[in-house]
DNA sequence: TAAACCACGGGGTAACAAAT
DNA sequence: ATTTGTTACCCCGTGGTTTA
């Protein structure tokens, strides 16, 4: 599909509030999820000039911390171990985070698992990237000029030595009943967050979606379920509850 | 029709301030 | 010193909206 692209962006190289934009990004939820990394703390970092690129966070040590304003002792530690636990994140969390253009989620979970490891990809030639299916000439040519700059590869070579997971794990397959299925959720579970459940859906082979259609195979309702279980409802979508959804996880 | 985006209320936590 | 209260910041999770 084709779009016209209508936003404008800043063409200084150094611009701060890009920078900030993309330490956000790194530190999202979605990305490599570094709890404490809000949007005061990232600015004060790099008008401070402690964080000039997102591999830096990596070297921020606990003096570096104590010119935040508020925080303190606890705040601190508490950082510094968010930062510490993101080094094991999937690949495909590290790869979307470095804020490649056009490489959102899902490009970066079809990365991940097609060449396995960061240095493959850093090595992909355009036309060993355009040979996978969902990725096209303009995301090939994003990632290649990615990769060509030497400040990024810079960037890479510190995340390298601060220890980030560069390779996709090897994970089976597993046989269950949500293999090829696509879920939604509505209403709150009681023993997993939203997120959580999806993942576990995601990991059993199956989708998790976030609007009800004709082709949402069963709608899983919690506490207080919003316009989506009407909407399955008129759709004569299955709808099944949170205790049915559990045994189904544990189920074969 | 499908999926990503967005706004916003709720709640937690830590820093800070005041009171005991 | 200890406690109690207040504020700021951030994360979470939702439903609904927007987009193509």
Known sequence: ?????????CVN??????????????????????EGLGESAVGELVRLKLVNNIADIYLL??????????????????????IEKSKSRPLWRLIYGLGIRHVGEKAAFTLAKEFRALDKLLQAKKEDLERIPEIGPVIAESIVRYFSQKENLKVIETLRKAGLNFEEEEKGVKQSAFLGKKIVFTGELKKYSRSEAEELVRSLGGFALSS??????????????????????????????????LEMLSSK
């Not at 003096?63 to 508020?70: G, I, N, R, Y």
């Open 1 to 9: 599909e084709k779009k016209e692209e209508v936003a404008y962006r």
């Open 13 to 34: 190289p150094n611009c701060p509030a890009q920078l900030e934009r993309l330490v956000l990004h790194f530190g999202s939820k979605q990305a490599m999820d570094i």
């Open 61 to 82: 040590k606990q003096e570096d911390l104590t010119k935040l304003p508020l925080y303190k002792e606890k705040k601190i530690q508490n950082l510094l171990q968010a």
């Open 212 to 245: 009800v259609t004709k082709q949402t195979d069963f709608v899983v309702v919690g506490e207080n379920p919003g316009s989506k279980l009407d909407k399955a409802k008129k759709l004569g979508i299955k709808i099944i509850n949170e205790e049915e959804f």
